[in-house]
């Protein structure tokens, strides 16, 4: 059982008052917001519509809004998470063409939006990328998968990403193949 001592003579520290308490804490959490830089540096607070319900201190809001610069506020069609344009060409049976690919909320024009992002997240390791090319000096066997090629370009973790893709070797024919959804299905067509 927890015991809390309590100052003898009865005296108490005053407690700060609700309004006071609530000011810190806007104070804090804008301050926190701004200074992590999270938030995107575009728009503005009477584009956003963004607006404090009911202050509790009259004038309270607009001395917290002022604080904050305009362009800390994202505008609300600003799109955040992961964005991937793929472009794929000579993949045959109507898979070419250029995709777009969000991730973190899902949406594109991507054929398997929620596969390919997941498919990407089980690829995202510590100290792996998911994106990066076969390495110098590696044994791959001697077979060809095709004309097809990918390009990839965007961000995926908040890193920018631009990743090839081919079908030139057994190394480079398994590379396209750990990418599948997010690059189109090749062995079901035939191919390798």
């Given at each position: 059982m927890l015991q809390v001592s309590r100052p003898s003579g009865g005296h108490r520290a005053p407690r700060p008052s609700r309004t006071r308490r609530l000011s810190r804490f806007l104070v804090v959490a804008t301050g926190s917001v701004v200074a992590t830089g999270s938030v995107v540096a575009t728009g503005s607070v009477a584009a956003t519509g963004s607006a404090v319900a009911g202050p509790a201190v009259p004038g309270l809001a607009a001395s917290v809004i002022s604080a904050v610069p305009a362009a800390a506020v994202p505008p609300a069609t600003a799109r955040s998470g992961d964005h991937l344009t793929?472009?794929?060409?000579?993949?045959?049976?109507?898979?070419?063409?250029?995709?777009?690919?969000?991730?973190?909320?899902?949406?594109?024009?991507?054929?398997?939006?929620?596969?390919?992002?997941?498919?990407?997240?089980?690829?995202?390791?510590?100290?792996?990328?998911?994106?990066?090319?076969?390495?110098?000096?590696?044994?791959?066997?001697?077979?060809?998968?095709?004309?097809?090629?990918?390009?990839?370009?965007?961000?995926?973790?908040?890193?920018?990403?631009?990743?090839?893709?081919?079908?030139?070797?057994?190394?480079?024919?398994?590379?396209?193949?750990?990418?599948?959804?997010?690059?189109?299905?090749?062995?079901?067509?035939?191919?390798?």
């Open positions: 793929v472009t794929v060409r000579n993949a045959g049976g109507g898979a070419d063409g250029r995709y777009e690919l969000y991730c973190h909320p899902g949406g594109g024009d991507h054929p398997d939006v929620s596969g390919a992002c997941a498919a990407l997240d089980r690829g995202a390791r510590w100290g792996k990328d998911a994106f990066s090319p076969v390495p110098r000096g590696s044994v791959c066997t001697m077979q060809y998968g095709g004309a097809a090629t990918a390009h990839v370009t965007g961000t995926w973790r908040g890193r920018p990403v631009d990743a090839r893709f081919d079908r030139g070797d057994g190394c480079e024919i398994a590379r396209w193949d750990r990418m599948v959804p997010v690059l189109p299905d090749l062995r079901r067509a035939g191919r390798v």
